[in-house]
């Protein structure tokens, strides 16, 4: 399977939120590949806006399930978010279940205006009624399949296709 150029997917998200970001928003990368994708399009941005990163994994309904993982750090969100556009950063769409978590992580600290939901794909396998806002692609994978984004060797990023033997 020929995997989507993830450089090019994150200059096309890039623009997309020039397109709608002003000074009432926040950009807040879901950990890990949002808030790669956060630093990579900062600098150019046409906006200077706050900006944080939000750790779901207390907050997942599968928590149980999954524990923590040990890249995760704290989630940092040093702005006011009481009614303000927050522009939410997800590298890959599955579920639902992350973007869920993250909105109640996000109400923890304040009532925004609104919450749009940025993403590079979507795996078109929603299971809650949530969906992305700004996708820039959508593609099919086996439920066994797990798209990650990575920094290669030559500091570019990329997709890797994993399989999980569940």
């Given at each position: ?5 993830a450089?090019n997917?994150?200059?096309?998200l ?5 397109e ?75 579920s ?25 794909i ?6 809650l ?20 984004l ?17």
């Amino acid at each position: 399977m020929n995997l989507p150029n993830a450089e090019n997917l994150i200059e096309s998200l890039k623009n997309k939120i020039n397109e709608v970001i002003d000074d009432n928003t926040v950009l807040i990368g879901v950990q890990r590949g949002g808030e790669l994708i956060l630093q990579k399009i900062l600098p150019g941005l046409r906006n200077t806006v706050a900006t944080g990163s939000i750790d779901t994994s207390f907050y997942r309904d599968d928590f149980s399930s999954r524990g923590l993982k040990i890249k995760n750090k704290p989630s940092k969100i040093d702005t006011e978010i009481n009614g303000k556009h927050i522009i939410l950063i997800d590298d890959v769409f599955s579920s639902g279940r992350t973007v869920r978590a993250a909105m109640n992580e996000i109400f923890d600290y304040g009532r925004p205006d609104k919450i749009t939901l940025a993403v590079l794909i979507d795996r078109n396998e929603q299971e809650l009624p949530i969906a992305p806002q700004i996708c820039i692609e959508k593609i099919s994978l086996n439920k066994d399949q797990n798209l990650e984004l990575i920094l290669d060797e030559n500091k570019k990023f990329a997709f890797q296709l994993k399989e999980s033997h569940v």
